[in-house]
Structure formats: C-alpha cells, structure tokens
C-alpha cells in the first residue's frame, strides 16, 4: 500500500463539552457496546507498527485524530505516539499529523508541542457567540467562546498552522454574513462550513438546532457572496466546499469525500482498536475488525469495506439526470432523505439553488485561477 489514512478517536467518545447536536454521542449510543475507552499505548504501538510494516517504501501516512474531545488523551500519549512513529518509521514514509479539537485543554505547552511535531490543529467554533455559547457549552454549562478564541491566538502566536469547523445550525444558517465577519475575526484564513446532523434514526428537521434545506441553501448563498466579495477585492480567504466545487468544475479531484462522490478514503480507529470505514457510520453494523486481530489490508479489502465503498457510489436515478450532477455527484451517503422514495440527499434543493446562484461568479473565478497558472 502506498497511502493510508487514519481518523483516530483516542479519547472514544470522552468531552469536556456537552454540544447539542454531537453525532457521535448518537452514534454511541446506538451501537451494542459503546468501546467508550482511551486508548493504550499498546493498541497506539500496535496501529503504528502494522501501518509501516504495511506501507510501501516511500508511501505517505496521515494520522488525524478527532473525538470526543482526543485532547483527553493527555499530551503524554500524543508524545509517545509520534515517538513511536519515529522509531517504527525506517522506510522514509512522509507522515502528516492532525487534530480535530474544540480547544478546551489546549496549554502553552500543547501548542508548543503542535508546532514543533507539524500538526495541523482544527478547532471547533461556531460563527457568532451567541450561536456558539449556546451550542456548544462546556460540562458545567458555560459558554466556552472566549476560551476557544483565547487558544486560536495561542496556537497563532506559537506558529501552530490552524483551521476553523463551523457546524450549520439553525441560527447560525440566518446569520452567515455575521458568521463570516466574526470567524475572519480571529485571524484563521482556512475556513471548514459542515451542516449539522439529525439523530439517527429520527425525522430530519425535528430537533431545534436542526437545518433546513431552505436555511442551508439561505446560508450557502448569503456566505457565497461574502467570500466572493473579498475575492474580488483580493482579501482571499479558503473555505473548503468552495474550493472544492472550483476545482470540480477545473476537472481536478475535490478534497473532501462528500464532494467528491467517493467513500472509504480513511479507516476510523476507536480507543478500543475497533476500525470503522467511515466517522459518519461508526456502528455494529459497519464494523470492519480491529487493529489488534487484522491487518489493515485485511480490514481494507474485506467485504464490509468494499460493499461500504460501492455503495456509496450508487448515485440515485434522478440525480444521473441532473445537470448539477459534476459538482454534487449525489452528496455525503449520511444525507441521503429516508423519506424521498429516491433517496436523495436531504440538502438536494438546497445544492440546486446554490449552484444556480453562484455558477457564474465560481465559473469567473475558475477562469482567473486558469490564466495565473
């Protein structure tokens, strides 16, 4: 193998935020043994010597880490994990790190930490903070904005390469101008817009932090025009989904699995060692193995990952139809609508009107990428 990509969840579903809309608590609580436990070293070691024992000469690894809130880990374990990939790496594979962390736990001495080992750090915030206060307290239920805002300037001031994940809400749909005034705010110049996730299992909508498809395509547009409006001024700022439909419509890969049509890009390890193919479907029924008794490209290849990945290409009928098709390729298999006999995606009239609205201006600023290049 040349490339293998890792989510790893070393905290399971630990948090020191108690977050309204957390799909993974859900997804928990679904499944028949929650495997809610840290990691070990052991299982760490173990994950680490099957990857470059595994790997090709050459290859390139990611190793991202997410939660619960991985942080909980302690910094400990993340100094012995990059050890260990240091003394088990001995076939000159480059290796990237991540983390996914709502900031919380961050210390000076984990942004040092960030910055001497080249971690990508992505912090949690949403938009505005009353949206973000509200949404995502802390366990004792207060608001946690001004901490998380004080922990993006320490990780800036420590030279930490950083992004920020807003998850679309409800509120926060009706406010993007806002949302985007306030994120540039802080400084960060990578932006990272998801929608929020209903409960599985539950009618989509439902819930009172739940987005429609109307708000979302409100959200895309109003937001559209704000990015857009900078670009012109060239006062660039990146936000991912945006990026990624200008490089669909270049002819190049996007760089997100909902974009691009695909599953099965990573392997999720749990805290227990147990492996999922996807963060979005962490559930018995999606259980690969574990990194303990399998080998990862045993857990690759196998047949619950390869009927995960085919379907997960099947585009519904309707959608092969639509001239929208090149830039949504059916969307993240997680919005599929339960309820639409077609089992499209739930944010489908919400894409439609977006790609309408801003396909002039995306196809403008395609153009000038084209004639710098």
């Known amino acids: 193998m040349k490339q293998l990509q890792f989510l790893i969840k070393p905290a399971a579903g630990y948090c020191n935020m108690r ?7 859900d997804e928990q609580q679904n499944r028949v043994n929650p495997e809610d436990c840290m990691m070990t070293r052991a299982t760490a070691e173990t994950l680490i010597q099957r990857c470059f024992v595994e ?15 991985p942080t909980l880990a302690g910094l400990d374990f993340f100094r012995f994990f990059t050890q260990t990939v240091r003394k088990y790496n001995q076939k000159r594979v480059t290796v990237q790190y991540a983390i996914q962390t709502n900031g919380l736990a961050i210390t000076e001495e984990w ?3 960030f910055s001497k080992d080249h971690f990508l750090v992505g912090i949690s ?9 509200a949404l995502r307290p802390d366990a004792q239920g207060n608001g946690t904005w001004d901490k998380i805002t004080q922990t993006i300037k320490l990780l800036r001031r420590c030279g930490v390469e950083c992004n920020l994940l807003c998850v679309v809400t409800k509120r926060l749909a009706k406010k993007a101008e806002r949302v985007y005034k306030s994120m540039k705010a802080t400084g960060v110049r990578y932006l990272q817009f998801i929608p929020c996730l209903d409960p599985l299992d539950t009618p989509q909508g439902q819930q009172n932090y739940s987005l429609t498809p109307e708000l979302y395509a409100q959200f895309l547009c109003a937001m559209f025009d704000a990015w857009y409006r900078d670009w012109k001024t060239s006062t660039y700022i990146s936000i991912r989904l945006f990026e990624d439909y200008i490089h669909l419509l270049m002819g190049s890969p996007a760089g997100t699995c909902s974009t691009t049509g695909t599953c099965g890009a990573y392997m999720v390890v749990e805290g227990s060692g147990a492996v999922y193919p996807c963060d979005f479907f962490c559930l018995d029924a999606y259980k690969l193995g574990t990194v303990q008794n399998d080998t990862l490209q045993s857990l690759l290849t196998g047949k619950k990952m390869q ?8 585009i519904p009928a309707e959608c092969r139809q639509c001239r929208w098709i090149r830039l949504c390729r059916g969307g993240c298999k997680r919005d599929r609508n339960a309820t639409d006999t077609a089992q499209r995606s739930y944010y489908c009239k919400a894409l439609q009107k977006f790609f309408a609205y801003a396909e002039p201006r995306l196809c403008e600023m395609v153009r000038a990428v084209q004639m710098y290049r």
């Open 19 to 25: 977050c309204q809309y957390c799909f993974y608590r």
């Open 55 to 69: 790997i090709e000469q050459g290859g390139f690894v990611s190793f991202a880490f997410q939660g619960g809130e």
């Open 111 to 113: 942004a040092e930490f």
């Open 125 to 133: 915030l949403d938009g505005t903070p009353d949206v973000h206060d």
């Open 307 to 314: 009927t995960f990945i085919t379907d997960g290409w099947q």
